[in-house]
């Protein structure tokens, strides 16, 4: 039972460029979201999903896309990478809408 | 959009005291969480809380849920080196479905 898994673990992009960042989880959840974590400003909702095929926009969605085809996947794909992208990703799960979400280890991104 | 307003800010205590912090908001929450997050890692559930004045321990860790349900403190005693990290608040509105708002941590260093 690996938990949440995300990919790569650091990456550099030049501005411009897209990359997609993976998130798999093992434990059948059915909640998913991605959030961004800048210094001094907690972690803030990117996007989210209530289950395969469902996706919603959280806090701050502009320059990002998801989709989640599958229970187990649900990737982060930036679609034209800008310096204000910068920051750690997180993705996380849950079971249950009011559960405590489970959280990876984080997607170290810069963008020079 | 929601904020919740997580003090203090960070803590510099000595190994032994006991620690207090604490969030509010200005929405009604459903659940309130606590999370701690170790350098390069991803946030880890402490406690959740799912009933105004809900008081739930884990271990040396005691947190809860206010009675007016805008509110939640978390209580670390006899703390230890290890207890060394950030913690988080989380809570979930009644209207928002799964998603989590989270606060701005606390950074607490224990000094052995």
């Known amino acids: 039972n690996a938990g949440v898994t995300q990919t790569p673990k650091f990456q550099v992009l030049k501005t411009g460029q897209s990359m997609t960042l993976q998130c798999a989880q093992d434990?059948?959840?059915?909640?998913m979201s991605w959030y961004r974590q800048d210094p001094g400003m907690g972690l803030r909702l990117i996007h989210y999903s209530v289950g395969a095929g469902i996706t919603d926009q959280g806090e701050v969605p502009n320059g990002y896309n998801v989709s989640r085809s599958t229970t187990e996947d649900f990737p982060l794909r930036l679609l034209s990478a800008a310096p204000s992208q910068t920051s750690v990703y997180f993705c996380?799960?849950?079971?249950?809408?009011?559960?405590?979400?489970?959280f990876g280890s984080g997607t170290r991104l810069t963008v020079v | 959009g929601q904020q919740l307003n997580q003090s203090p800010q960070s803590m510099f205590i000595q190994e032994g005291e006991d620690v207090s912090m604490n969030c509010t908001s200005s929405?009604?929450?459903?659940?309130w969480l606590w999370y701690k997050q170790d350098p390069g890692e991803g946030p880890v559930l402490l406690i959740a809380?799912?009933?105004?004045?809900e008081l739930t321990s884990n271990g040396r860790l005691t947190a809860q849920f206010g009675i007016t349900r805008k509110d939640s403190f978390l209580n670390i005693s006899a703390s230890i080196p290890s207890d060394v990290g950030i913690y988080f608040c989380a809570g979930q509105e009644e209207t928002s479905g799964s998603r989590l708002t989270f606060g701005e941590g606390t950074q607490l260093t224990v000094n052995p």
């Open positions: 809380l799912y009933k105004a004045g």
């Open positions: 929405s009604i929450f459903n659940t």
């Open positions: 996380a799960s849950s079971y249950w809408k009011l559960s405590g979400y489970t």
């Open positions: 434990m059948n959840h059915e909640y």
